[in-house]
């Protein structure tokens, strides 16, 4: 563990992706996991692992930007090198995302940059696509549109049905999120601009991890 590395974690429900990254041997610190909802398993999980944690409930709040200047201040009391939405349902606001640009990053369930946005199990399914899979991308202030860093990549089976299809994403999603963040916490990721570098290297694409 890297002590001087620190990670805030924003959740909004169970927190199994939370799970997923206080299971493994980061060399980092989770310094805070903040929920905008009261009552959700992974402020649970995070107190079970010593976490400090938070619930700021975005409903007693008069709008968005009110909340997300509320977010801000505590989340900078931690000082995080790193903020990573895990199940976090909120559409962050360009002022918050522009104070974090570069340490901000999130996972979408579908191949970035086919299927922004909501429902993207049944929409690839919808489609007939053979592929599908998940993206670790760094957060711009275009829904799902910031910069890829990782992606898993799997087949869609002939005898899935949807639920099938998010389940085998998921337990991907599990194992390359905490991958993209020690890389990012050994230094080996840098955002410059709009450019992602790994190893000093510009990226001219995300790396991809085949579940073949």
Do not use: C
Not at 11 to 24: E, K, W
Not at 143 to 154: E, F, K
Not at 173 to 194: C, D, F, M, Q, V
């Amino acid at each position: 563990m890297n002590a001087d590395y620190r990670i805030v974690v924003l959740i909004s429900g169970s927190g199994t992706t939370l799970q997923s990254i206080i299971d493994t041997d980061l060399p980092a610190t989770i310094a805070a996991v903040i929920s905008n909802k009261p009552h959700v398993l992974g402020i649970e999980r995070a107190k079970e692992a010593g976490i400090p944690t938070h619930v700021l409930d975005h409903t007693g709040f008069s709008s968005r930007e009110a909340f997300d200047q509320s977010l801000q201040a505590l989340v900078d009391q931690y000082k995080p090198n790193l903020i990573v939405l895990a199940g976090f349902m909120r559409i962050l606001s360009d002022d918050f995302v522009e104070h974090y640009y570069g340490k901000l990053i999130n996972i979408h369930p579908s191949l970035l940059p086919k299927y922004k946005g909501m429902n993207t199990h049944q929409r690839v399914m919808d489609e007939g696509e053979p592929l599908h899979g998940s993206s670790v991308h760094f957060v711009n202030s275009e829904l799902d549109g910031g910069p890829v860093i990782l992606q898993a990549r799997l087949p869609v089976l002939p005898n899935d049905s949807r639920e099938s299809l998010e389940l085998r994403i998921k337990t991907k999603e599990h194992l390359i999120y905490p991958t993209a963040i020690s890389w990012l916490a050994e230094g080996r990721i840098e955002l410059k601009g709009n450019e992602i570098y790994m190893d000093g290297k510009k990226m001219t694409g995300p790396v991809v991890m085949d579940y073949m």
